[in-house]
């Protein structure tokens, strides 16, 4: 049995699917279902008994000594965190009551039931913390991509609440001998993406005929991570990471934002034609940039690769047309989420135009 955090997120929904295809061990499933979280996503597993789900907040540290009291998990897998840098800079209150208090108050939880553990269930025991290399701040277009070894520069509200959730993992470990890991990923992409994330939006505002909004320039570069490779580099973690060790993982894939949305404007062109017969690159809008935006990211994954065997299975090309081919397929859980407050915000953020 393990326990997953924020399993019902992007990231997490995906790693729970890809759990149960793939190792089979049951899951104890712990989200507190905010506007990201999606039991929708779920829904194949709703009849499996390897899969219990506990509607919850990390930071309510009585019910995870309950759930880890109850369940005796081997292992903790931590998605849980507020993740939109957008909102971020909004409200930043809420990523730093999740990220930070949430992560402290998860950690407690965590370390006082590994002190009950016998000897031998102690020195198996991980925990995993999921963390973004947002944290390593931004870099120039000569800069070498950040490595385990960079230093941590956060620029947003969001990326300075999952240092400070880094750093918490760390000195749980160095302090208390808790036994984590940590993973920083670059840009996930994929199938269940909540779309206020740019791939995804820019996918269902094509074909819903809405101007396609670009910040600023379009030319920020982003490391593209395709998240079934993702959930793979995990599970490989998991397995084999050595304690107190931390492991980039990144798809090898830099990509400018301009770029990724003419990307899938030429797929879209060629799987969903507009009735018109013109292109959706006739859609793209750029607005005024964001605050502080990062201008590149890049992650060196070759200590995953090296120690532990990992490479990403999809490049940017087959991975962006298998996620634009799923959106174009799932148009009921898309129109599920794309509704009420998400609309409100969407209108809110990126009204203006440049």
Same mark, same amino acid.
């Given at each position: 049995?393990?326990?997953?955090?924020?399993?019902?997120?992007?990231?997490?929904?995906?790693?729970?699917?890809?759990?149960l295809?793939?190792?089979?061990?049951?899951v104890?499933?712990?989200?507190?279902?905010?506007?990201?979280g999606?039991?929708?996503?779920? /829904?194949?597993?709703?009849?499996?008994?390897r899969?219990?789900?506990?509607?919850?907040?990390?930071?309510?540290?009585?019910?995870?000594?309950?759930?880890?009291?109850?369940?005796?998990p081997?292992a903790?897998?931590?998605?849980?965190?507020?993740?939109?840098?957008?909102?971020?800079?909004?409200?930043?209150?809420?990523?730093?009551?999740?990220?930070?208090?949430?992560?402290?108050? %998860?950690?407690?939880?965590?370390?006082?039931?590994?002190?009950t %553990?016998?000897?031998?269930?102690?020195? /198996?025991?991980?925990?995993?913390?999921?963390?973004t290399?947002?944290?390593?701040?931004?870099l120039?277009?000569?800069?070498?991509?950040?490595?385990?070894a960079?230093?941590?520069?956060?620029?947003?509200?969001?990326?300075?609440?999952k240092?400070? /959730?880094?750093?918490l993992?760390?000195?749980?470990h160095?302090?208390?001998?808790?036994?984590?890991v940590?993973?920083?990923c670059?840009?996930?992409?994929?199938?269940?993406?909540?779309?206020?994330?740019?791939?995804?939006?820019?996918?269902?505002?094509?074909?819903?005929?809405?101007?396609l909004?670009?910040?600023?320039?379009?030319?920020?570069i982003?490391?593209?991570?395709?998240?079934?490779?993702?959930?793979a580099?995990?599970?490989r973690?998991?397995?084999?990471?050595?304690?107190?060790e931390?492991?980039?993982?990144?798809?090898?894939?830099?990509?400018?934002?301009?770029?990724?949305?003419?990307?899938?404007?030429?797929?879209?062109d060629?799987?969903?034609?507009?009735?018109d017969?013109?292109?959706?690159?006739?859609?793209?809008?750029?607005?005024?940039?964001?605050?502080?935006?990062?201008?590149r990211?890049?992650?060196?994954a070759?200590?995953?690769?090296?120690?532990?065997?990992?490479?990403?299975?999809?490049?940017?090309?087959?991975g962006?047309?298998?996620?634009?081919?799923?959106?174009?397929?799932?148009?009921?859980?898309?129109?599920?989420?794309?509704?009420?407050?998400?609309?409100?915000?969407?209108?809110r953020?990126?009204?203006?135009?440049?």
């Amino acid at each position: 049995m393990i326990l997953v955090t924020g399993g019902a997120g992007f990231i997490g929904a995906n790693f729970v699917l890809d759990w149960l295809a793939c190792e089979g061990e049951p899951v104890v499933n712990l989200d507190k279902l905010t506007y990201a979280g999606n039991l929708q996503t779920l /829904s194949s597993l709703e009849r499996d008994t390897r899969h219990h789900f506990i509607r919850g907040d990390i930071g309510d540290r009585d019910l995870v000594t309950s759930l880890l009291r109850e369940h005796r998990p081997r292992a903790v897998v931590n998605f849980a965190a507020e993740s939109h840098v957008d909102r971020s800079i909004h409200g930043p209150g809420d990523f730093i009551q999740t990220n930070v208090v949430g992560t402290f108050n %998860l950690l407690e939880a965590v370390r006082g039931y590994w002190a009950t %553990l016998s000897e031998e269930e102690r020195s /198996s025991f991980r925990f995993l913390h999921v963390s973004t290399d947002e944290v390593y701040g931004t870099l120039a277009a000569t800069d070498a991509p950040f490595s385990e070894a960079n230093r941590y520069e956060p620029n947003s509200p969001y990326s300075a609440s999952k240092a400070a /959730s880094d750093h918490l993992v760390r000195a749980w470990h160095h302090t208390y001998g808790l036994p984590v890991v940590t993973t920083n990923c670059s840009n996930n992409y994929g199938p269940y993406h909540f779309p206020e994330k740019l791939i995804p939006l820019v996918i269902l505002n094509a074909i819903a005929g809405k101007t396609l909004p670009i910040y600023g320039d379009g030319q920020q570069i982003r490391d593209w991570l395709y998240v079934k490779d993702h959930c793979a580099a995990i599970r490989r973690v998991l397995a084999a990471g050595k304690v107190g060790e931390t492991y980039n993982v990144g798809g090898w894939n830099e990509k400018a934002n301009l770029d990724v949305v003419h990307t899938i404007c030429t797929m879209l062109d060629e799987l969903q034609p507009r009735s018109d017969g013109k292109p959706y690159a006739e859609q793209i809008t750029f607005v005024a940039d964001r605050p502080g935006h990062d201008r590149r990211y890049a992650i060196d994954a070759r200590k995953l690769e090296q120690e532990l065997g990992w490479n990403p299975a999809e490049t940017f090309e087959t991975g962006i047309r298998k996620t634009v081919a799923w959106y174009l397929a799932n148009r009921e859980w898309t129109d599920a989420v794309t509704s009420g407050s998400y609309r409100q915000w969407i209108d809110r953020q990126y009204g203006n135009e440049a």
